[in-house]
């Protein structure tokens, strides 16, 4: 490589992400003795995980002593409707409590009970309260303090750098090639092993929750390097985003609202998660919550921007200001309501997906040799729909866990090398996106995208609209190719950014319309007009995507991975929810 | 309510002058464009990218305030774009947009704030005391046990994004360009969160004094007032912290006794490098 003047780096483990699950990895592969870089896309401490609000859910005990591992396995069955990978819940149920606790070890600070541990609240679909916060800033919290042990743990860090392409040699992926954002210089990576901490694609939808950089770069990158991917069509619109002004359209609104007894109104002022969820109310699963929401303002009692009154005015000022500082300030700032007096608008907003590249659950290793997912890049721990909390859960245990599993693979191989003809066949694409003879806009591209995914494959959708958004995407196939960034400068491009990203959120949307159409029932974060019930068998499987490019994918319907011993624990809950 | 939104700046179009350019020369550029209510300076720039100039550099990310990646100078003061509505700024005047100067320009509206991460990395750590007591500090399942007060003292610290503006304002940094000798408020607050931590076993103090330089801070507040968390940056973290280094550096009585109040919590190893701009 360094012959044809590009910077190299060789490594044994390599972490593609700065997210929480991405540093969580970096700081395991580095403490099990591996030589670990980590390249991300934006500045150290800016990832997407800064977004998250509400909590870590982790059942301590230490607000609700009746409090365990199992309820908390339960829940995340329940919420996921039994499409979860079983092994993935219990393990997160099992070990997030060990996380928390080393997180305060590391640093971290979080909200005290009276006793002095860590405080924990309520959250939909949590039985107890459960999640560990501070404030409404817990993502915060959480990246500052492992990008603190990060930076400390002789991990190095190549910030705005992306990549483009990940590089195998025979079966396995060896490493990874992009460019480096300042200045455009090209840049690529051996590695023994490859993290996925990549995050989520939300960007596929112009009502989002996400940052920019959520363009499903590692599902993508994933998919194209021979990775399955798993249940991608349940995708989970969060259902309190603000909905004015435009500018901040989608904007998260975090649960941790409702968690502290903010109430739902419809126009007419009723409380209508009566009528949705009479046992959970404002705490229903998220699911829930947004169709409920969704179905109000179409059927005309939607507040005069289109979404439901929240309310939280009822509840002591200052207290409201110390739980939610930030909710305070944002819709004071932004949208010039004071919440202490007044309610706030909010509509669903797209904000996680539940599906992502399929992974051994105890290792993060993928289908193919040397590469290794965890976070929101990875698939099953969540099945149809993700419970508040479970997030910031998952990236602690299985980045930890990914890093262990990818540091064990580095230690077990010998030195990989770079296959020359698959580095010049990267170089030659981003050489495209600048210098080639096509001439389609990716800004324009970006949008057309965006109103595909959101006028047929959103929060409901049908065998028309999802047939219809599969024309358009093929129609998009046809002309990626022709991505040209409108300048070839080299430095701190935006349209050489948006190239690869447009071309990696195609291959996600796909995915997503395909999944969506294939699963002709309506579950958790999935719903169809056209299949509005369960389907049993719908529910014994999963949807495995894997595929060279976007016109040669293939969608299996596989059975979910159960595990023997967790069976009477999910059969108990079910009957309880029978009961009720 | 979205009716409470001053009609007076209702949508239309303005006028935006951002500097274009990169270390070797540059000039503010003007665009025009249309609005809508409650834009934000971000969504203008963006849309100005997006249509006008497609090359425009801009760093962000989240615009939802919280990642602290698009400061910037907005009409001369620092600000996060994505926090700033057009319609709070002066309607009959173009809004000029301009890099953060306390940090080397990359290009346009992007500045090389690497600077920043290095001092970081200088800093030691949070490292919980050796010894902690069973059932007073930790207890049986090895959790913490700490006051909500002491929590939330901390947590005006930890609230900051890292925005950079405090950095971007600060005299010292700004106009004396002394970055070798001083670390800035973000990282005065950055120890000094540490240093309030109940259970840190760490004794800052010469890294607050020396390499850290916080006798060069002359209280002048401007990084108070620029921080978007409205983070109180030199009353509760700088001044206490210059109060301290006085009293353990200072106090005869102290000194004749050989001892300090710190006495449990570890030197730090020293530190050598000085972070360069």
């Known amino acids: 490589m360094s012959e044809q003047g590009i910077e190299h780096h060789d490594y044994d483990v390599l972490i593609l992400g700065s997210g929480g699950s991405g540093l969580r990895a970096a700081i395991a592969a580095a403490e099990a003795g591996a030589r670990t870089g980590l390249v991300c896309k934006s500045l150290l401490g800016k990832a997407h995980t800064v977004m998250a609000e509400g909590g870590l859910a982790a059942s301590l005990g230490n607000v609700a002593p009746e409090d365990g591992w199992s309820t908390h396995f339960q829940d995340t069955m329940f919420g996921g409707k039994y499409l979860n990978n079983w092994r993935m819940a219990e393990l997160h149920a099992k070990e997030a409590p060990d996380r928390a606790r080393e997180l305060e070890h590391w640093g971290a600070v979080f909200d005290r009970t009276p006793e002095r541990t860590m405080s924990q609240r309520a959250f939909g679909g949590h039985t107890y309260k459960r999640l560990v916060h501070i404030g409404d800033r817990t993502g915060l919290e959480m990246i500052r303090t492992l990008h603190d042990r990060t930076v400390h743990s002789n991990v190095e860090v190549f910030m705005e750098t992306t990549v483009t392409r990940l590089i195998k040699d025979g079966d396995r992926v060896v490493g990874c090639f992009g460019y480096r954002r300042q200045t455009g210089e090209l840049i690529s990576f051996s590695a023994k092993a490859l993290v996925l901490a990549t995050g989520g694609s939300g960007r596929i939808y112009k009502i989002t ?44 609104v975090t649960e941790a609202v409702r968690g502290e007894g903010g109430i739902l ?16 109310m404002e705490l229903s699963t998220r699911d829930v919550v947004a169709r409920s929401i969704y179905t109000e303002v179409k059927e005309g009692r939607g507040t005069p921007h289109g979404g439901a009154y929240l309310d939280v005015s009822h509840l002591d000022s200052d207290y409201v200001k110390r739980k939610l500082p930030s909710m305070y300030d944002q819709f004071l700032e932004l949208a010039g ?13 797209c904000h996680y997906f539940m599906g992502g590249v399929k992974v051994d659950p105890d290792t993060g290793v993928s289908r193919v040799p040397g590469l290794f997912a965890t976070g929101e890049a990875s698939g099953g721990m969540n099945g149809a729909n993700r419970l508040g909390g479970n997030s910031l859960g998952d990236l602690l245990v299985f980045g930890r866990r990914a890093g262990e599993g990818a540091a064990a693979t580095a230690n077990a191989s010998g030195p990989v090398t770079l296959p020359p003809e698959a580095v010049a066949d990267a170089q030659a694409e981003i050489e495209g996106f600048l210098h080639g003879s096509g001439n389609e806009n ?55 950014q948006l190239c690869r990203e447009v071309k990696n959120m195609l291959t996600v949307s796909h995915m997503i319309a395909r999944g969506a159409l294939l699963r002709e029932e309506s579950r958790g974060a999935h719903s169809r007009l056209d299949h509005t019930g369960y389907s049993d068998y719908w529910g014994e499987h999963n949807i495995i995507v894997e595929g060279t490019s976007t016109q040669e994918m293939s969608l299996t319907p596989t059975p979910v991975v159960k595990r023997d011993e967790l069976e009477a624990l999910v059969e108990a809950r079910k009957e309880a929810e029978k009961a009720s | 309510m979205s009716e409470t939104i001053d009609l007076a700046h209702a949508p239309g179009p303005r006028k935006l002058q951002i500097w274009r350019g990169d270390l070797t020369s540059g000039e503010l550029v003007e665009y025009e464009l249309e609005t809508e209510p409650g834009m934000v300076v971000l969504d203008a720039v963006l849309e100005i ?23 910037a100078e907005v009409n001369g003061r620092p600000r ?7 319609d709070h700024l002066p309607a009959d005047e173009p809004i000029t947009v301009e890099p953060m100067r306390a940090f080397p320009l990359i290009r346009d509206l992007v500045t090389d704030v690497s600077w920043n991460y290095r001092v970081n990395k200088q800093i030691t750590p949070f490292t919980p005391r050796e010894s902690l007591k069973p059932g007073v500090e930790v207890n049986e399942k090895g959790e913490f046990l700490i006051d909500q007060a002491d929590t939330d003292r901390m947590s005006e610290f930890r609230k900051c994004i890292e925005c950079f503006m405090c950095q971007d304002v600060c005299h010292i940094l700004r106009d004396h360009r002394l970055h070798d000798r001083y670390y800035g408020p973000r990282f005065m607050m950055r120890m000094a969160s540490l240093d309030m931590h109940p259970l840190d076993g760490v004794d800052r103090l010469d890294q607050i004094a020396d390499e850290g330089g916080i006798g060069l801070c002359n209280i002048t507040k401007c990084c108070t007032e620029v921080c978007p968390e409205g983070i109180h940056i030199t009353d509760n973290a700088i001044i206490p912290m210059k109060e301290r280094v006085v009293d353990q550096r200072h106090d005869p009585l102290l000194k004749l006794l050989h001892r300090t109040p710190n006495k449990g919590r570890r030197k730090p190893p020293p530190r050598t490098e000085t972070p360069t701009l």
Not at chain 1, 443 to 468: C, T, Y
Not at chain 1, 470 to 492: Q, W
Request: aromatic share 6%.
């Open chain 1, 209 to 252: 929750s996400n940052s920019q950089d959520c363009t499903g770069d590692g599902y993508a990158l994933a998919y194209e390097a021979g990775a399955q991917l798993v249940d991608m069509e349940f995708v989970q619109f969060h259902p309190t985003g603000m909905v004015y002004p435009p500018g901040v359209a989608g904007l998260l």
């Open chain 1, 442 to 496: 990716p800004f324009h591209m970006h949008r057309e995208l965006q109103k595909i995914m959101g006028d047929g494959v959103g929060i409901f959708r049908d065998e028309e609209g999802l047939s219809e958004a599969i024309g358009k995407l093929e129609e998009l196939d046809a002309r990626v190719a022709n991505l040209r960034a409108p300048s070839d400068r080299l430095d701190y491009n935006p349209g050489l």
């Open chain 1, 265 to 280: 109104r419809n126009a007419n002022g009723e409380r209508f998660m009566e009528r949705y969820d009479p046992k959970r």
């Open chain 2, 80 to 86: 996060l774009m994505c926090k700033t509505r057009l």
């Open chain 1, 337 to 349: 309501v004071d919440i202490t007096k007044e309610p706030m608008q909010v509509g669903p907003t």
């Open chain 2, 49 to 71: 990218q997006r249509s006008q100039a497609p090359d425009l550099a801009v760093r962000w990310n989240c615009k939802a305030a919280k990642c602290g990646s698009c400061s």
